[in-house]
C-alpha cells in the first residue's frame, strides 16, 4: 500500500485487471463454479503485484462461505502460500458476511456481501489465484476484479503474502463443576502457554502481520460468562519461553473491560461482540501493519483460550504474514464437514 504520502511518487508500473465481466459484452458479469471444481480467477506472468481483489456471491447453498476455498500461489509454486475459506479469509468467520472496516480488508454493503482485500502481495515471477468449490451445490455467480500491478522487474526485498486458516472445535479446558466462577475464569497459571490455541507456525525470515480470530462461546451459564482473559504469547526464532506475552483477550485486540460493543478501527475491531453475557458468536481482530512482528528463523503465534486455557470454545482463524520463500507448508485445510459452523 502505497498511503496518501506516497502517491505524489511517479513510477514506471502498469495497471492491470483480471475480472469475471462478460466476455460477449452483455451483463452477465460473472462465472460459475461447479460442485467439485476448481476455477482459475487471475493467472499472471512476470514480476508485479496484487493490489486489491473485490469479490461478491450468490449462492443458494447453506454455509457456502466455508465451503469456497481461495488460494494464491506465487512464483510458479506448487504449493499454496494462501489458503482459507473466502468468507474467512475476508475477515469475518461463522460463515456469516456483515458490514465492517479494517485498513487491510472490508465487508460492504449490500449486508456485507461485497468483500474487499487491500493486503499487497508482489510476486517475481508470476501468480496464480484458484477458487475451490467444496460444497455439493454449483456457486451460481461469482463477481469478481482481482487488481494488479505489471512490474519491469522483481522488487527487492519483498516477502510474499501468506495466509493460512486454523479451527479448534472444542478447545481443550477444564470443567468448571464445583469450582467457584470467578476462580474459574480467572485464577490458575501458564506461564509456557501450553495448551495454547495456535494461530501461526511458520519457518523462514519474515513478519506477522495480523489476525482475525471468531470464537463461539459454547458454556450455558447464568453466571458471569465472559470468554476471554486469554494472553497472546508469541515465540520467535525457536523460543521456548515467549518474548512477546499480552494480558488478555481484548487487551491483545486493543480493547478493555470485557467488551459488549461493536467496534471497526484500521487495525484492531470487533465487529460480532456476542449476545448477552457474551453468548453465541464472537468475531475480532488486530492488524499488525504499524506494528509488525519480525522473525529470522521462525514464528509461532498462540492465545490462550481463557485465562489458563479453562475454557472449551469453538476457536477458528485466520492468520496474516509476509515471508522468505519457500515456506513451511500450511497447515492441512480440514474436510468441509470439520469447517462447518455451529447453529
Given amino acids: 500500500m502505497y498511503g496518501l504520502e506516497g502517491l505524489p511518487k511517479l513510477r514506471s508500473h502498469k495497471r492491470r485487471r483480471v475480472s469475471s465481466y462478460d466476455r460477449t459484452g452483455g451483463n ?56 482459507a475459506p473466502i468468507g474467512d479469509f475476508f475477515g469475518i468467520g461463522h460463515g456469516m458476511h456483515r458490514n465492517y472496516v479494517s485498513a487491510p480488508m472490508q465487508m460492504s454493503p449490500e449486508d456485507g456481501k461485497a468483500f474487499n482485500s487491500w493486503w499487497p502481495m508482489p510476486y517475481g515471477k508470476g501468480a496464480r489465484i ?27 526485498g519483498l516477502g510474499r503474502f501468506h495466509a493460512t486458516w486454523h479451527r479448534e472445535n472444542p478447545t481443550e479446558g477444564i470443567s468448571d463443576e464445583g469450582v467457584d466462577n470467578r476462580e474459574w475464569l480467572f485464577q490458575g497459571e501458564n506461564p509456557r502457554g501450553e495448551g495454547n490455541y495456535v494461530l501461526l507456525e511458520a519457518e523462514g525470515k519474515g513478519h506477522y502481520v495480523g489476525c482475525n480470530v471468531n470464537v463461539h462461546n459454547l458454556r450455558e451459564t447464568e453466571e458471569f460468562n465472559w470468554y476471554g482473559e486469554g494472553d497472546d504469547m508469541i515465540y520467535i526464532d525457536g523460543e521456548e519461553e515467549p518474548s512477546i506475552i499480552g494480558t488478555g483477550t481484548e487487551d491483545y485486540y486493543g480493547m478493555s473491560w470485557c467488551p459488549t460493543q461493536e467496534y471497526c478501527a484500521p487495525y484492531h475491531g470487533l465487529p460480532l461482540p456476542g449476545g448477552p453475557n457474551w ?28 485465562h489458563a486455557n479453562h475454557r472449551s470454545d469453538d476457536y477458528s482463524s485466520t492468520a496474516y504474514w509476509y515471508q522468505t520463500e519457500p515456506h513451511k507448508p500450511l497447515r492441512p485445510l480440514p474436510p468441509v464437514e470439520k469447517r462447518l459452523p455451529r447453529d
Fill in 28 to 83: 452477465k458479469d460473472y462465472i460459475v463454479v461447479p460442485a467439485g471444481e476448481t476455477a482459475v480467477l487471475a493467472e499472471m506472468e512476470g514480476a508485479g503485484k496484487v493490489n486489491h481483489i473485490w469479490v461478491t456471491i450468490r449462492s443458494k447453498e447453506e454455509w457456502y462461505l466455508r465451503k469456497l476455498v481461495l488460494r494464491a500461489y506465487w512464483d510458479g509454486e506448487e504449493e499454496p502460500s494462501v489458503e
Fill in 130 to 156: 484458484t477458487l475451490e468449490n467444496q460444497g455439493g451445490m454449483e456457486c451460481e455467480a461469482f463477481y469478481y476484479y482481482v487488481d494488479y500491478e505489471e512490474w519491469d522487474k522483481p522488487g527487492e
Fill in 279 to 306: 453468548s453465541g458468536k464472537i468475531t475480532w481482530y488486530r492488524y499488525h501493519i504499524l506494528d509488525p512482528v519480525y522473525f529470522e528463523e521462525s514464528i509461532k503465534v498462540t492465545i490462550e483460550h481463557g
